[in-house]
């Protein structure tokens, strides 16, 4: 008999472009060996070019989905993506204040990519007075925490009294991706800052980095990890699946998620 996997879940949008959101944490949490459970928030029409439509799940569908796999399927570590309405926001922190939020981790997508809003205005201040409260790990990019905390990242400390700010919301560690103003992984745990340096990442020219960061964190934490590790390895397996981003569409590269299988994907056909 074979034993229990970890489990993890997301709670984000559906992409049908296949490169973010749902369809990249799934492929993540496969890559690490955990079980993975989706609750779809809204459905998206998008590429690797932009995001050319959005519907919103109904939120006695979300609720639905989140109560039916917790009191069967349970879950080692959640993750949410794209929230996009206040109610859903709403509905999220409800079901997990009920069941419980074993180590959570935020991923405040607010703006995509291709600059299309994910977070209606309105649900931006039910975020953070009461979702972020309840995160272990919380993951803006620099335009992100800009938008949390109405402060301008110019320098490295600008992104220090940002991140301070952020923690100050309830979240244990606060992860600022880097960008150009902050060029390394800025870590916050509350008491010190910790710099995650790495290989460079093209990520103006790769899709769904955000949301596979996030899941792999995720994907981690159900396994037992601790935070800082898990942030750590996070980082290093994005890399690896960005340098084998996929040539497809005409816009960003999506990561490949599954890089490790491809030995075996190219060998002989089965018989």
């Known amino acids: ?6 489990r993890a879940m997301t709670i ?10 749902v369809q990249a944490d799934l492929k993540t949490f496969a ?8 609750v779809v928030t809204a459905v998206t029409a998008q590429n690797t070019r932009e995001v050319a439509a959005i519907a919103e799940v109904p939120e006695e569908i979300v609720i639905a989905q989140i109560d ?11 993750k949410t ?10 509905v999220v922190v409800d079901r997990l204040g009920a069941w419980g939020a074993p180590k959570l ?13 994910l977070l209606q205005p309105d649900a931006l201040a039910t975020l953070k007075r009461e979702l972020l409260p309840m995160a272990l790990v919380v993951t803006p990019t620099v335009q992100q925490i800009e938008l949390l ?3 301008t990242i110019r320098s490295p400390e600008d992104g220090h009294a940002a991140a301070r700010m ?18 390394s992984d800025l870590v916050f745990d509350g008491e010190s800052f910790t710099a995650l340096d790495g290989a460079p990442v093209d990520a103006a020219n790769l899709y769904g980095l955000d949301s596979t960061f996030s899941a792999a964190i995720t994907a981690l934490l159900a396994r037992g990890e601790e935070p800082m590790a898990a942030i750590a390895t996070a980082k290093r397996y994005v890399e690896q699946a960005a340098r084998a981003a996929y040539a497809v569409g005409d816009g960003r590269k999506p990561l490949n998620h599954l890089f490790a299988l491809e030995p075996l994907a190219s060998g002989p056909a089965p018989s």
């Open 81 to 90: 993506g794209m929230l996009s309405a206040r109610s859903i926001v709403e």
């Open 149 to 151: 905390t109405h402060r």
């Open 31 to 38: 890559a690490f060996g955990v079980y993975g459970t989706s």
């Open 105 to 117: 981790v935020v991923d405040p997508l607010i703006i995509a990519a291709s600059g299309a809003p």
């Open 12 to 21: 984000a949008g559906s992409d049908a472009g296949g490169g973010s959101g």
């Open 1 to 6: 008999m074979t034993s229990t996997p970890p």
């Open 68 to 78: 039916t796999i917790v009191e069967d399927i349970g879950t080692d570590a959640i």
């Open 166 to 183: 952020l923690s100050a919301l309830g979240p244990r560690y606060v992860v600022l991706k880097g960008g150009q103003t902050v060029p």
